[in-house]
């Protein structure tokens, strides 16, 4: 068995650690050596993509939301829903993450960075959320930190909290769709969710294609009143 080879590594705000490891033909993403993100378990990142953006195709100008790089998944799926004349903005916290893209995973995501729909901000995603004016974002994709239960940085906890929330509600236009991944079910945030004013569709999603159960949960809200 091939051992696990650390690529590279760098240090959140919080001063906790951040490492990249490939193996075989895989690439592995760890926080403090506890297990984050994995290139062989893509499919519930594609799969928000594909339920945040599938009333989006043919339409002209939509502009969508992802928070979080990770390893590109949901950037190289939602780009293949979107036209020509889209714009995809992504927040990412960790200059080191993007690098990481357009290096050791440059063939993974098929150098979709350079993609010229595609609008990097180096930011903290609940930041660039609470400044974006009314009624911008057709959808925002939300795959930040664990989901709801923060485990990379405390402060990506204020995504999920009522704040968040109600800065999600005001960036989206009217008929748009949030969808937060979660590493797990999170009925509190669910509830939530609800009580936000969101019609809310929690969604099990499986972790790689040929998977037997879904383990993983993708929470789709619909904000009440933006039809």
Known sequence: MKPLITLAQAKTADGAEITLHSKDTH?????????????????????????????????????????????????????????????????????????WN???????NAGCLDDPRVHIHLKDVFTLIARTPPGFYDAILLDVDN????????????????????????????GGRVVFWSASPDAAFARRLAKSGFIVQVVPAKAHAQAKRKAHTLFVADPKGKD
């Open 27 to 99: 690439f592995y993403l760890r926080i403090n050596r506890e297990p984050l993100m994995a290139t062989n378990a893509p499919e519930s990142e594609k799969e928000m993509a594909r339920i945040g953006c599938s009333a989006l195709e043919g339409k002209p100008k939509v502009r969508v939301l992802i928070g979080g790089l990770g390893f590109g998944f949901t950037l190289r799926q939602s780009l293949a829903l979107v036209g020509k004349d889209a714009e995809v903005h992504v927040a990412e916290l960790l200059s080191e993450v993007i690098e």
């Open 102 to 108: 357009r290096t050791f995973l440059s063939d993974l």
């Open 147 to 174: 989901g709801p239960s923060s485990m990379v940085l405390r402060d990506n906890a204020r995504i999920y909290d009522r704040r968040g929330l109600n800065a999600i509600t005001l960036a989206l236009k009217p």
